[in-house]
Nanobody, 121 residues
């Protein structure tokens, strides 16, 4: 069973930075390297929001709300995806989920348990 596991969430002040990590188990790295990976988030009282995707060619795609502040990367031998978040805003407060696949095409792709990011002074 493919299972993403997120880590790195924390409480951070506005303007601060965090780096989230996601390690995927249940898949060999040759399959992982050909897979798209996504990050989505859910703010309190709201639905899931797509944040970013990285494809097999290491190209990153971003929601307008995070473009220019967030960077998605991947390390295939470690079956790991990262989300570097800079210039954080209170509106970025959410539970961040890693998705093993292209969330926008396949919203039922395997998703982790999430890691909490809170941006507050």
């Amino acid at each position: 069973e493919v299972q993403p596991v997120e880590s790195g969430g924390d409480l951070v002040q506005p303007g601060g930075s965090l780096k989230l990590s996601c390690v995927v188990s249940g898949v060999n790295w040759t399959d992982f390297r050909s897979s798209d990976m996504s990050w989505v988030r859910q703010a309190p009282g709201k639905g899931l929001e797509w944040v970013s995707k990285i494809d097999a060619n290491f190209l990153g795609y971003y929601a307008p709300s995070v473009k220019g502040r967030f960077t998605i990367t991947r390390y295939n031998p470690g079956k790991t995806v990262y989300l570097q978040m800079n210039s954080l805003k209170p509106d970025d407060t959410a539970l961040y989920y890693c998705v093993a696949g292209d969330y926008r095409k396949y919203p039922t792709s395997p998703r982790g348990q999430g890691t909490q990011v809170t941006v507050s002074s």
